[in-house]
T-cell receptor
Framework: GIQVEQSPPDLILQEGANSTLRCNFSDSVNNLQWFHQNPWGQLINLFYIPSGTKQNGRLSATTVATERYSLLYISSSQTTDSGVYFCAVERYNTDKLIFGTGTRLQVFP | NAGVTQTPKFRVLKTGQSMTLLCAQDMNHEYMYWYRQDPGMGLRLIHYSVGEGTTAKGEVPDGYNVSRLKKQNFLLGLESAAPSQTSVYFC??????????FGPGTRLTVT
């Protein structure tokens, strides 16, 4: 099956710093999503981004489908950004999202 | 607009007991999913449904059954719980091929 690898596995930042999270996948996909799981366990959909670039406030994401990777940028990080960030992909016509193991982000004041 | 809701939020079972987890969504989504999340891991798909009356197996279906009798509800059943089924269970819904929206999760402990 398709492999989804996220890096780095852990990231510790001071408030105000910028960061880049990476997601590599091993096959062509028609669906790629980024999620944030907050410290209370809630999963929030950040981006639906099978290709191209999107921005939402301090967060932006870029997917280069031909090279099989996606990047999530967090600028001016805040303590509320702490949690685990997951990338998930779906191969064409499978109806199944496959999740990576996540990047755990801790932001300190 | 409640989005995706799950009941119960917490449950403790003894080995061999059965239970049903209920997921409900009010977004008129065709697709619904059940995942499990174990410590330090991503989510793994148990079963999913592409519409009322349909179900299909995901990555880790063994030991679970599902039913989708109404479009807005998706039930996950454990017929004979095992300690290996201790996990956090998440339900999600979506329009085909687009963003998935998740419920708050159910924390299940099997002793």
């Amino acid at each position: 099956g398709i492999q989804v690898e996220q890096s780095p596995p852990d990231l510790i930042l001071q408030e105000g710093a910028n960061s880049t999270l990476r997601c590599n996948f091993s096959d062509s996909v028609n669906n790629l999503q980024w999620f944030h799981q907050n410290p209370w366990g809630q999963l929030i959909n950040l981006f639906y981004i099978p290709s191209g670039t999107k921005q939402n406030g301090r967060l932006s994401a870029t997917t280069v489908a031909t090279e099989r990777y996606s990047l999530l940028y967090i600028s001016s990080s805040q303590t509320t950004d702490s949690g685990v960030y997951f990338c998930a992909v779906e191969r064409y016509n499978t109806d199944k999202l496959i999740f990576g193991t996540g990047t755990r982000l801790q932001v300190f004041p | 607009n409640a989005g995706v809701t799950q009941t119960p939020k917490f449950r403790v079972l003894k080995t061999g007991q059965s239970m049903t987890l209920l997921c409900a969504q009010d977004m008129n989504h065709e697709y619904m999913y059940w995942y499990r999340q174990d410590p330090g891991m991503g989510l793994r798909l148990i079963h999913y449904s592409v519409g009322e009356g349909t179900t299909a197996k995901g990555e880790v279906p063994d030991g679970y059954n599902v039913s989708r009798l109404k479009k807005q509800n998706f039930l996950l059943g454990l017929e004979s719980a095992a300690p290996s089924q201790t996990s956090v269970y998440f339900c999600a819904s979506s329009i085909q091929g687009y963003e998935q929206y998740f419920g708050p999760g159910t924390r299940l402990t099997v002793t």
